[in-house]
C-alpha cells in the first residue's frame, strides 16, 4: 500500500466486526449455487460489482436504487471490511460482500440467469506477461458473465489502460451472448466524492483518459451482429 491509500484507509475507523457482520457473505463451503431470496430476503433484482476496492460504486448505488440488491466481490479481506464499515455506517441493507476471488464464485457460486447487471470498475491490469493469468478478464469469466446474466442483462466495465480496454473488448466481443451499447456518460461531479468509484475519482482529477465499454446480454433468439460500435473514451 502507498502512503497516500494508507492515509485513506485511516480517515474511517472500522467499526467492530459483530456490526459488520449482516453485510458479510461467506463462500459457500462445500461449493453451492447462492438463492437470492435467502441472500437479501426479497427477489428484488441483483447486481454483482467486481473488485469494488473501497466501496463507493456500491455505497452510491445502494442509496439510490433501494429496490436493487448489490453483491460486492473483492478479493481483499481489508477492503471487504472498510467498504462494510461505510455501508453499515450509512444503514444500507441491500448489499452483501462477499471476499472472494470473483472468476471462482462466479463459477461455483452463483445461479445462470439470475444477475441484472455486473460492474467492473478499474480492474488491476497486472503489466507483467507472467501475472497476466492474474487479470479477472479471462474467456473464461466473459463465458461466466454470459451464462450468470439474465438476458438483457448488462456488463459494464471502465479502464484507464489502453492496451486492456482493447482486450477486454476483444474477449467480450468474441463471445457471441454479448452485444454493444452505449455506455453510461459520466456527469459533472456535484461534490467531492460523487464519482463512479475512488479510482475513477483519481483519474478524471489526474485528466487520464477513461475507456468506458457496455454490453447487453442477448437472448439465444437475438441476433448480435453488427453491434460493436459503442465504446466512449472520456
Ligand atoms: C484497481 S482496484 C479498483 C477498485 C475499485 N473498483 C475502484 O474503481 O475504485 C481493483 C480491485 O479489484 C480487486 N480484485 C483484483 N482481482 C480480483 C478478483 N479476482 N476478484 C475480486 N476482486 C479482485 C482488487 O483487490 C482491487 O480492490
Not at 471487504?80 to 472468476?103: E, F, I, P, S
Request: with cysteine.
Amino acid at each position: 500500500m502507498t502512503c497516500e491509500s494508507k492515509r485513506l484507509m485511516r480517515k474511517i475507523k472500522r467499526l467492530p466486526l459483530e456490526q459488520l457482520e449482516p453485510l458479510l457473505l461467506a463462500v459457500p463451503e462445500p461449493p453451492a449455487r447462492l438463492d437470492w431470496a435467502v441472500v437479501f430476503g426479497n427477489d428484488h433484482p441483483v447486481e454483482i460489482e467486481v473488485g469494488f476496492g473501497k466501496g463507493l460504486f456500491l455505497v452510491t448505488a445502494a442509496s439510490a436504487q433501494p429496490e436493487t440488491n448489490f453483491l460486492g466481490v473483492e478479493i481483499m479481506r481489508k477492503y471487504q471490511l472498510y467498504a462494510a464499515t461505510r455501508l453499515v455506517k450509512r444503514g444500507l441493507t441491500n448489499v452483501r460482500l462477499c471476499k472472494a476471488d470473483a472468476r471462482l464464485l462466479f463459477r461455483d457460486a452463483i445461479e445462470s440467469e439470475s444477475v441484472a447487471a455486473i460492474h467492473v470498475y478499474f480492474p488491476d491490469p497486472w503489466w507483467k506477461k507472467r501475472h497476466h493469468k492474474r487479470r479477472v478478464f479471462t474467456p473464461e469469466f466473459i463465458r461466466e458473465c454470459a451464462r450468470i446474466l439474465q438476458p438483457g442483462g448488462k456488463l459494464l466495465v471502465a479502464t484507464d489502460v489502453a492496451d486492456y480496454h482493447t482486450i477486454i473488448c476483444e474477449l467480450v466481443e468474441q463471445n457471441h451472448s454479448f452485444q454493444t451499447i452505449p455506455p453510461p456518460e459520466p456527469h459533472e461531479p456535484r461534490h467531492d466524492m460523487d464519482y463512479l468509484t475512488n479510482f475513477e475519482r483519481k483519474f478524471r482529477q489526474e485528466g487520464r483518459t477513461i475507456y468506458r465499454m457496455a454490453w447487453k446480454r442477448v437472448a439465444a433468439s437475438e441476433n448480435n451482429s453488427g453491434s460493436n460500435a459503442a465504446t466512449t473514451r472520456r
